[in-house]
């Protein structure tokens, strides 16, 4: 039987339990969006004419080694661009060396500010697979944020969609802020 997203599991826990790191075997974390790779290998590849194993190492190299693509998202979607005109590739060696076409050229050109967005997700990402963006226990508290907000499923009246938007949007507030600083006058001796 189901429970409810919102119900207590049986088992008397409540889902803000310490996560256990990643198992052997498992996927790491997202690190790019729908789109993304689509945008950034034509990218790349305007760069420097590449073989998609040297894209594999580009990329790898953005993240300063914290995230290495897999072949298996790097080449289907190297078909789709050169399916879809905006990079060509020719065989040498019996390796196929990619180039950007005109069509890519125009593409890039369109998509610049999505590019500019997308190098600086990558910056973001890079600092946060490296572990250097926060500590554990944000990590931490941040799960705890999206499985109470998770947990409310389907409960939103308008007066706690207000409250939970304003705790919110004073917690970011707050931390953008930074530690308050407390005024002590001086004492006169």
């Known amino acids: 039987m189901r429970e409810h ?6 088992d008397g826990r409540d889902g803000f339990e310490k996560r256990p790191g990643r198992e052997r075997g498992e996927r ?11 945008l ?11 073989h998609g ?17 897999s072949p298996g998202v790097i080449y289907p979607t190297l078909t789709f661009l050169e399916e879809s005109d905006l990079i060509a590739g020719d065989t040498d060696g019996g ?3 990619y180039t950007i076409t005109d069509a890519g050229r125009l593409f890039l050109t369109e998509q610049a500010v999505a590019l ?8 973001v990402s890079k ?11 944000i990590h931490e508290a941040v799960h705890n944020l999206r499985h109470a907000l998770h947990s409310h499923h389907g409960r939103w009246s308008a007066e706690e969609i207000i409250r ?26």
Do not use: W
């Open 95 to 97: 390796k196929k060396r």
């Open 5 to 10: 997203p919102h119900q207590r599991p049986a």
């Open 127 to 137: 600092r946060s697979l490296r572990g250097h963006d926060r500590p554990p226990q």
């Open 40 to 50: 950034l290998l034509p990218a790349l590849i305007a760069e420097q004419p590449c």
């Open 53 to 69: 194993y040297d894209l594999i190492r580009r990329i790898e190299s953005l993240f300063d080694g914290a995230y290495t693509p």
């Open 28 to 38: 790491g974390p997202r690190v790019f969006a729908a789109g993304d790779l689509k």
């Open 164 to 189: 939970v938007a304003d705790l919110l949007n004073t917690t970011a507030k707050a931390i953008v802020d930074g530690p308050a600083v407390q005024f002590v006058p001086e004492q006169s001796e």
């Open 116 to 123: 500019e967005g997308l190098r600086m997700r990558i910056d």
